[in-house]
T-cell receptor, first 109, second 113 residues
Framework: GQNIDQPTEMTATEGAIVQINCTYQ??????LFWYQQHAGEAPTFLSY??LDGLEEKGRFSSFLSRSKGYSYLLLKELQMKDSASYLC??????????WGAGTKLIIKP | IAGITQAPTSQILAAGRRMTLRCTQD?????MYWYRQDLGLGLRLIHY???????GKGEVPDGYSVSRANTDDFPLTLASAVPSQTSVYFC????????????FGPGTRLTVL
C-alpha cells in the first residue's frame, strides 16, 4: 500500500531550528513535495525533491533520500508566522500525490 | 480572477439534498483536482481531470461526481449528501509551475446535517 508518515505535532522556540521528518511508501516514485498550511487556509507549495540531497530555499531546506524513503523539511530562524501545518506528499507512478496527515508546528516565543 | 476560486465559502446542507461545489481557475492549467480534508487525515483525492473532457476517480470517489466541460471549470456534485461528507473541500490545479506543483483554491467548508 501507499503511505506517508510524519509526526502529528512539534513544538519549537522562536529563532531556533526545527526538522520535520517524513517517511514514504509509494507505488513508484516521481518526487516528494512539502506544503505549508496555515489554520483555515489552503496549502501552499514549499519545495520539491526528486533527486537525493538537500535543496535550500532561504530559511527553508528540504532533504531527500530515495534509498531510505525519507525526507525532512528544515526550518531555520523560526518566526511566529511559521506556526502552521506542514504537509509531506509523495508523487506516485501515476503522478498522483499521496498526502501525509500533516505536522502541526507550534512556535513559542 | 487570479488563481483558483471556489464557491461557496461555506455551506450547511440537509442530508439527502443535492449540492454542487464550484471551482474556477484562470491559469490555463490542464490538470484539476478535488480533495477533501478531515481532521487527522491527509488530503484525500476525490476526482481528478488531466485535461478538459476527461475525468478520473481518486481514492474516495463514492457519492461524488465531476465534469470538465472546459479548461477553467471543474464542479463537484454531491447527488444526495450524507453526514459523512461533512468536510473541507479543496480544489487544485497544476500544469504551470516549475515543478508541476498543485495550486489550491481557498476551500469550501461543508456541513451535512
Amino acid at each position: 500500500g501507499q503511505n506517508i508518515d510524519q509526526p502529528t505535532e512539534m513544538t519549537a522556540t522562536e529563532g531556533a531550528i526545527v526538522q520535520i521528518n517524513c517517511t514514504y511508501q509509494t507505488s513508484g516514485f516521481n518526487g516528494l513535495f512539502w506544503y505549508q498550511q496555515h489554520a483555515g487556509e489552503a496549502p501552499t507549495f514549499l519545495s520539491y525533491n526528486v533527486l537525493d540531497g538537500l535543496e535550500e530555499k532561504g530559511r527553508f531546506s528540504s532533504f531527500l533520500s530515495r534509498s531510505k524513503g525519507y525526507s525532512y523539511l528544515l526550518l531555520k530562524e523560526l518566526q511566529m508566522k511559521d506556526s502552521a501545518s506542514y504537509l509531506c506528499a509523495g508523487l506516485d507512478s501515476n503522478y498522483q500525490l499521496i498526502w501525509g496527515a500533516g505536522t502541526k508546528l507550534i512556535i513559542k516565543p | 480572477i487570479a488563481g483558483i476560486t471556489q464557491a461557496p465559502t461555506s455551506q450547511i446542507l440537509a442530508a439527502g439534498r443535492r449540492m454542487t461545489l464550484r471551482c474556477t481557475q484562470d491559469m490555463r492549467h490542464n490538470a484539476m483536482y478535488w480533495y477533501r480534508q478531515d481532521l487527522g487525515l491527509g488530503l484525500r483525492l476525490i476526482h481528478y481531470s488531466n485535461t478538459a473532457g476527461t475525468t478520473g476517480k481518486g481514492e474516495v470517489p463514492d457519492g461524488y461526481s465531476v465534469s470538465r466541460a472546459n479548461t477553467d471549470d471543474f464542479p463537484l456534485t454531491l447527488a444526495s449528501a450524507v453526514p459523512s461528507q461533512t468536510s473541507v473541500y479543496f480544489c487544485a490545479s497544476s500544469g504551470g509551475g516549475s515543478y508541476n506543483e498543485q495550486f489550491f483554491g481557498p476551500g469550501t467548508r461543508l456541513t451535512v446535517l
